[in-house]
């Protein structure tokens, strides 16, 4: 199973499938001794494969194949985890959270017209900065989880990260000076 060069569609199709024939039942039950449910053994065991077919050309060259797998699927149990940690971290968040009472129909208004202003201002950036502002903003993940699930590194995560805030602001200061989008003057 080892290769140095590329291989074609057909020949990376049946590696796979020979991988996947050889290792399923290993990585399945190596995620459901570390897992609380069968669900979420499957869920590691996919995202392994998926792995697997994404970066197959490495795979095949791995001198040990299933310890590659082991470590693809040890790193997802504890993506897993993580996730699973911070669900009650992020709902006692959004617990604490002060609740604000709308004062008057005015504030609704102005919120309502920031909203829209800042939702025009993100679609104005590239789908590169939309979605790191994304993974940082919506799903509170850190510089180094987002350097992994983009493939570059840490520092370069910061750096992307701090331009795609920047553009946002540009944009959401430069959407201050244009008139509002929706409704009428209430003059």
Known sequence: MRS??????????EQFEELYREHYRKILAYARRRTHSIEDANDVTAATFTVAWRKLDALVGADEPLAWLYGVAYRTVLSQRRAVAKGPRLAEKIAAQPVAAVESIES?????????????AAETLSEADREILRLVGWEDLSNAEVAEILGISKPLARTRLLRARRRLQTAYAKSQHDPPTGGTPCD
């Open 108 to 120: 609704t208004v102005a919120t309502r017209d920031q909203l829209e202003r800042a939702t025009a």
């Open 4 to 13: 140095s060069q590329p291989i074609g569609q057909q020949e990376a199709t």
